[in-house]
């Protein structure tokens, strides 16, 4: 009788862990051992099997509710600003230099500066392979070419 207990609690805290360690394998572990102490309580007695199942889905639904209240308490994103923060830069060193055409710009494509090759916009004009470039800005992690 203790042995179907303690393995449905042990279910329980299984599941439990499943909410901070999130690779579904802790809960279908959890699940076995829940499915196994009922099983080896209706091995008992039908009586306990009755009252282990009924305990172990509340306290199941009890576990997965009080998991997902103590998942809505902690914050998933940033608690500070994100104040002049870029999430992509040009390369600004390569201001003023200038550069070979790689792949056609259509009005974007591949530029090479000093045997490195970069993300590039054109003016507004088609450019193809091979002509010659000067970076005069940027935009995101584009540079902007002439």
């Given at each position: 009788?203790?042995?179907?207990l303690v393995l449905g609690v042990l279910g329980l805290l299984v599941i439990f862990l499943e909410f901070w360690l999130?690779?579904?394998?802790?809960?279908?572990?959890?699940?076995?051992?829940?499915?196994g102490s009922i099983c080896y309580a209706f091995m008992m007695s039908w009586k306990w099997g009755v009252v282990l199942t009924q305990f172990e889905i509340i306290s199941l639904i009890v576990?997965?509710?009080?998991a997902l209240k103590v998942l809505k308490k902690r914050k998933v994103c940033l608690s500070s600003d994100q104040e002049n923060f870029k999430g992509c830069s040009f390369q600004e060193n390569c201001l003023g230099k200038a550069g070979v055409v790689i792949?056609?710009?259509k009005p974007?494509?591949?530029i090479e500066i000093e045997g490195k090759h970069f993300q590039?916009?054109?003016e507004g004009d088609y450019l193809r392979r091979g002509a010659k470039v000067t970076v005069i800005g940027g935009e995101g992690f584009h540079l902007i070419v002439r």
């Open positions: 009788m203790m042995l179907s999130p690779t579904a394998i802790m809960a279908i572990f959890g699940l076995s051992l829940i499915v576990v997965i509710r009080f792949k056609d710009l974007s494509g591949v590039a916009l054109s």
